[in-house]
């Protein structure tokens, strides 16, 4: 009895052993894709984290299970993101779900930790942070630097500015102080001080509170400038064949100077043929005084052997037409090789819009020989891009822009862009042919459509044109000039408007545009300025029903007053004029309707403008607008901003420039975000009419003016 009790016990534990073996079977022929969680870091910082884990994928699928060397690149990959952010003792756990269905838990205090088992096999990885302190830059001490304003060599350790003192712009961390002292002493070289060293003479760390004081240590030493610079050039052919010119220079003396000046002679020999020019510095004398060393330089330029052009290879091209590479290089077989040309070959190649990257490169064919070879990457022929936006009278504006590339191998682009808002619909395409007149002369051709519930009636425009551009790079000037046919209808409109304008005409007109943009940044001008003007000229003789000429202009600067404050400023202007009676003339669509939130910020959209006996807005012929905003950051990200506009108008030219001129003051504040900023304004009317509201409030997307 006990050996058949015994037998029994055996193999129920046997069948029970299968039974088991059988559901890890089951779990381990699932097709569910393994998952991944973080957590510990807030709701944004788990989700950035998450983002992070996903480049240890291989392709775009998720996997069945995950391994060891996930689970461990993992954790090293979300320690390294957090120390960037100042947590420098983070420590990372790592619990399991494994394949089996059992359970496992692994931490990582420490970058090297024991490596886990390599058999690991896990169905769901949970990674939970443990911040710790966030180490921060409480105090910074510069010992020894006079030439560099300490508020300035401070923004090369942390993001000054601001009114309040943030942790979190304020991180400390031993590669950005490495980094911070290797910036600073590159300014000092970079102003003439040449033997400048910068290091940290004390970091103190308090580890409760996470607060660092750090003394940095600045030797700056002389400052070294230029006085004079012989160019000798020795041509192939011995002590002889030298030619010398003396350049008087009487600048800072850097590293950066030395490849500015070399540019230049470079530049010079490879406009003649010597590709392989070289320039070689020597210090003749030197001269200190009050801790200023003036030095005389000799550069020795060696030309080389002058080089000819021998094929001009163009390579990686599919769908593109070869004489269409060949119109844009403007060398040819058996020139002279000149580098500045060939480069101006790769930028207009690259100007195209069709290729992802083109790539210059020379292959020496005998001694005096070199062909010229562009590698060229086609890039997508099609894209299709969504659009968003966000005004307080459109209020939420959506669209899709569909944009085709290389068009019959001619590299040719059409663009298509639709876009619908609660107030307006919209369409528009263009079709350009690049540089079909000239060297960056533009061909394009255009239709557009638009429906739009104004203040005081329905805006509805259709038509199209053609038109040359053409971008000067020097000047950073885009000049377009188009002539455009239009139906100009507006609808709803009350019938004493008719006074003001022609409601239905057909406009015939020739339309010049020019962007002249010197701004450092078009989404947050810090510096800078820019000019925008448009000229209309219509007219009976090219096809329309009205005749008149209209002027739009507008002009803006910006200028940085300190780290934390700027000043913004803008001036616009416009007028039209008819050749005639201006009510049989001028397109009451053409009418200037000021106000809303890029205009005088008092007034809701086009409320600023003129009003009939009726007290419809009929808009104005001539307007003058001024702006004027201060700028405080709070953080990087966040600013106040004071302001205040003003506009005159001129319902009818005859009173130009303004009969009635009103002003608004206001304050805002700003969210900077990768699409531009966010605002939100109150505006107040200092003046207004009766009718008018005391103010208005804004909330929109992108920079006023």
Known sequence: MKSRAAALVMLLATGLGLAGTARCGATETTNTPATVKVSGYGLLGNLQLKRILAILREGTNQPIYYDANFVEDGALLLRSRLQDDGFLEPVIIARLKLEDGTEASYAWEKAAEEPLPRTLRARHVHFHVEEGVRYYLEELTFRGLHAIPEREARGYFVESGGLLRLKRNRIHTPERLQRGMANLAEELRRRGYRE??????????????????????????????????????????GESSRETHTHWIDQPYSRFWEQDFEHGIKTNFFRQGYPDVTVEYQRLRSKTNDLVVRVDLLAVVRPGPRIRVGDVVFSGYERTRPSVLESRVPIREGDWLDR??????RYRLSRLGVFESVTLSYETVDPHTRNVIYELDEGKREEVSLLFGYGSYELLRGGIQLDQYNLFGRAHHSRLRLLQSFKASSAEYTYTLPDFLGEDIDLFFSGSGLRREEVSFTRL??????GARKFFRRSATDVSIRYNYQVLEAVDADPDVEVDGVRRPAVGA????????????????????????????ASEYVGGDVDYQRLD??????????????????????????????????????????????????????EASP??????????????????????????????????????????????PAEKVLFSVGAGIRWKTFIGPVRLEYGHNVNPRPGDPSGTVHFSLGFPF
């Open 510 to 537: 020739f339309i010049g545009d020019i962007r002249h943009d010197r701004r450092d940044n078009p989404l947050y001008p810090r510096r800078g300025y820019k000019v925008f003007a448009n000229i209309e000229l």
């Open 611 to 656: 009003r009939n006996a009726e007290g419809d807005f009929v808009g104005a012929e001539a307007y003058v607008l001024g702006n004027v905003e201060f700028e405080q950051a709070i953080t990087p990200n966040w600013s106040l901003v004071l302001f205040g506009d003003g506009l005159g108008y001129a319902r009818d030219l005859e009173r130009y």
């Open 553 to 606: 202009m507008i002009t803006s600067y910006h200028r940085i007053i300190t780290r934390s404050h700027a000043i913004h400023l803008g001036l616009s202007h416009g007028f039209i004029a008819a050749a005639g009676d201006s009510h049989e003339n001028i397109p009451f669509n053409r009418r200037f309707f000021p106000g809303g939130e890029n205009s005088i910020r008092g007034y809701p959209e086009g």
């Open 196 to 237: 400048a060293s910068v290091t940290a003479a004390d970091v103190r760390h308090n580890p409760l509170s996470g607060a660092v004081a750090v003394v940095v240590d600045v030797r700056e030493g002389p400052r070294f400038v230029v006085s004079s610079v012989i160019e000798e050039v020795r041509w192939e052919g």
């Open 461 to 466: 425009e259709y038509g199209g044109g053609i």
């Open 340 to 345: 500045i040309r060939a480069e101006r070959g």
